[in-house]
């Protein structure tokens, strides 16, 4: 299977931010609201906007306007394609990039 590295990079960016590994972790339990969210984290509410955006933009959090606030849920769909994407390009497979040309270590010279 064929997967486009583009399309995830920006998913993988996401994850690569303490704050939001706290958010994502946070949101595992079930809807939460901003509110909630801020009191659990020692942040702003504009930098936990901030994060929000960067998790909803590549559809990791499904965003929600109640009110004056934002609750805000996991998409487990996008989570389930991420963690299949990583167990893809993590493990031997017959259309590796690796077994495509002569590049590998197992055929050079030292």
Same mark, same amino acid.
Request: net charge negative; aromatic share 8%.
């Given at each position: ?13 996401? &994850? ?29 509410? *504009? ?28 998409? *487990? ?7 299949? &994407?990583?167990?893809?390009?993590? *493990? ?7 077994k495509r040309g002569k590049n590998s270590c197992s055929n050079q010279k030292s």
């Open positions: 299977m064929k997967y486009s590295y583009a399309e995830y990079a920006p998913i993988l960016k996401a &994850f690569s931010d303490e704050t939001r590994l706290k958010i994502i972790d946070m949101l595992s339990c079930g809807e939460m609201c901003a509110c909630n969210l801020l009191e659990n984290l020692e942040i702003s509410q *504009s930098t936990l906007s901030y994060h929000m955006k960067i998790l909803s933009d590549c559809a990791l959090v499904n965003a929600i306007r109640d009110g004056a606030w934002m609750r805000y849920t996991l998409n *487990s769909e996008k989570m389930d394609e991420v963690i299949v &994407f990583l167990s893809k390009i993590t *493990s031997d497979k017959e259309d590796c990039i690796c």
